[in-house]
């Protein structure tokens, strides 16, 4: 089984997070966060991911630190245990409707960090959470993952739109994530590298 864990202390936060990539979608999140916690539990189920996470951090000065970070350590850990990217699909993509919103998720686990982002919030809160960092999440795990990430979301409530996408990201992320045995052990690239 592909597993990893990795924990990261700064002055700002404290997180840890160990992460089975070939599991069946079990996930404790303790995040001082509510509705970010939701998001990293949808992201698990949905993409088959076994994952223990420790967030702490300053959220009495901004979630940005907290919730920047998570991101970081989370694509680290996707990174680590990916290894060499032998076998892997590589590439993922998922269209996931939530009632009225629907989120439209596309990577590809290149070794080029890449985020285009087309979507707008209305409320600047969703419950305990700044729906504005959902962005900044989002670079972070791509910048540590090492992949390109586009998402386009519609629809009216920003509750159903954060979610839809954290449930395509989850997806996505499976695909891209699964090993297809017919390339034994190769690496889906012309260059022979990911």
Do not use: W
Not at 15 to 29: E, L, P, Y
Not at 111 to 133: E, H, N, Q, V, W
């Amino acid at each position: 089984m592909r597993i990893a864990s990795i924990k990261r202390k700064t002055k700002e936060t404290d997180i840890k997070i160990t992460c089975n990539i070939d599991g069946r979608g079990a996930s404790r999140v303790e995040s001082p966060v509510g509705f970010f916690g939701h998001m990293l539990d949808s992201f698990c189920r949905h993409g088959l991911f076994d994952m223990n996470a420790r967030i702490k951090g300053d959220i009495h000065v901004d979630q940005h630190h907290l919730i920047e970070d998570t991101g970081i350590v989370l694509g680290q850990v996707f990174d680590r245990a990916l290894g060499k990217k032998s076998g892997i699909n590589r590439a993922g993509f998922f269209i996931f409707p939530m009632d009225e919103a629907r989120a439209m998720v596309a990577l590809d686990i290149s070794g080029r960090p890449y985020l285009k982002f087309k979507t707008r919030f209305r409320s600047r809160r969703l419950g305990d959470m700044d729906a504005f960092l959902v962005k900044d999440f989002l670079a972070a795990f791509v910048n540590n993952v090492k992949m390109s990430l586009h998402v386009e979301v519609s629809g009216r409530s920003d509750h159903h739109k954060i979610e839809a996408l954290f449930k395509a990201l989850g997806r996505a992320m499976k695909q891209a994530c699964e090993i297809d045995k017919r390339m034994k052990g190769r690496v889906l690239s012309t260059k022979g590298i990911l």
